[in-house]
Each structure stands twice: as C-alpha cells, then as structure tokens.
C-alpha cells in the first residue's frame, strides 16, 4: 500500500514542559492513532526531545525524524549531531529545508554529503525542495515541496500549482513520494493530500497544536 506521509515539523519549538504537555494530549488519543491505515505519521521535534518521544512512541506506528544531521560523520565536530547517533531514536530526518539553506548557508554539495550520511546510518531523507529546479541527490525517495513563500506565511500554494509543480518533480525522478508544506491546516489538507500527485505534507506551525496536528491527520 502507498505510504500518505503526515510530518510534523516543531522547527525550534516548545520547552520540555510545553513538549511533555503536546505528547499528552498527542496520546490521549492513542486508539484513533492506531488505525491509520496507509498514512504513515511522523514527528519531527528538536534533537533535545528525541529521547523522550522515542520512549513513548517506540513499538508504535507513529514514527520518529530529525530536523537536521550533520555534513560529517561521527568525531570532532563540536555541537554536530550525527547519522549514526540520530538513528538510535529516529527513522526520518529533514534535509535541505530552506529554512536551513537560508539561514546556515546550506549549499547543494553539503545537502548531497548529509543524504548520503542519512542512508549509511539507514535513515530516511525527507529531501525539502522549492520547486522543480531544486538539485536532488542520488537514493532520496521522498521529496517535500515547499515553496517559501507559502512557509509560515498563513498562504498556502493553490493546490493546482502545487500539484503541478509535484507532477514535474515526479516526472524528472523515478521512486519518488512527493509532499507538499507550506501553511498546511486542517481546514486545507485535504485540498493537496486528494491529488495523486501528492503523497502527503510536512506542517510546521499547525503541527504545535496537538489537536491541530490531530485533525490534520484525520482529514488528510
Ligand atoms: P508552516 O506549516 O508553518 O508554513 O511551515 C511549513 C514548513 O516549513 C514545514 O517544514
């Protein structure tokens, strides 16, 4: 059955406190989480809630990702968490966000060496594209759209041009999920999640609502 991928993405989000008080609400609806069918839900939180979440989801359905890895393997490189440690608690990690290329410089060359770090450790890249031009390296086989003007802004891409542009992207690449993100809610998931072209979405800010993220997965 083909995967529909619904990925939460904290960004750098939420204390401990505010982390342990999403997971509760999160859980209290455990049995609803059971029986999703072919959506594969992902959370994605801060390295520093990786531990915790792995305790509480670990044997679940509910699966674990990073946001981030480092351009090196293990060994000394102060402050760099690496492949081989994130895969301890996770199966997923985000690559390539253009949060992450904007703002810490992140090149193609350094995305292509962090894919390849991913798949040693047995990590799946969740490769961050900005459309159809965006270099994608060699073994990524899901690949999330998301335009930046559409990141947090409230505006979303039309679902045509979104579906269009997923087209293009499959089109060029063979094995690939394609996703789409970008001010992702409730009330609009299901506009992109009901085209065959879209394998699913990657949310940030409507994923920090636990009953958000929740209703997000039901109408996908
Ligand atoms: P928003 O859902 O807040 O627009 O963020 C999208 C995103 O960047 C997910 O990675």
Redesign the pocket.
């Known amino acids: 059955m083909e995967k529909l991928y619904i990925?939460a993405?904290f960004?750098s989000n939420m204390t401990n406190n505010e982390a342990k008080n999403w997971l509760d609400v999160f859980i209290s609806h455990k049995q609803e989480l059971k029986n999703m069918g072919d959506k594969e839900v992902i959370l994605?939180p801060t390295f520093t809630f990786l531990l915790s979440f792995n305790s509480v989801f670990s044997g679940t359905n509910i699966k674990l990702s990073a946001q981030n890895l480092s351009p090196f393997d293990e060994g000394a490189f102060t402050g760099e968490v690496n492949g081989k440690q994130i895969k301890d608690f996770a199966d997923y990690v985000?690559i390539g966000?253009?949060?992450r290329r904007n703002n810490f410089g992140e090149t193609d060359e350094m995305l292509t060496k962090k894919v390849n770090l991913a798949l040693k450790y047995g990590l799946t890249p969740i490769f961050?594209v900005q459309g159809k031009d965006t270099n994608i390296p060699q073994g990524v086989n899901v690949v999330?759209y998301?335009p930046v003007f559409?990141?947090?802004?409230?505006t979303?891409d039309t679902p045509e041009n979104a579906d269009k542009v997923c087209e293009d992207i499959i089109a060029n690449h063979d094995n690939l999920s394609v996703l789409y993100?970008?001010?992702?809610?409730s009330d609009n998931v299901a506009n992109f999640t009901k085209s065959d072209k879209i394998k699913g979405v990657?949310?940030?800010?409507?994923?920090l609502d636990p009953m958000e993220f929740l209703n997000i997965i039901k109408n996908a």
Request: one cysteine or more; proline letters at 4%.
């Open positions: 990925v993405n960004k994605a985000i966000h253009s949060e961050c999330a998301e559409a990141i947090g802004t409230g979303p993100g970008g001010s992702v809610t990657l949310v940030g800010g409507a994923s």
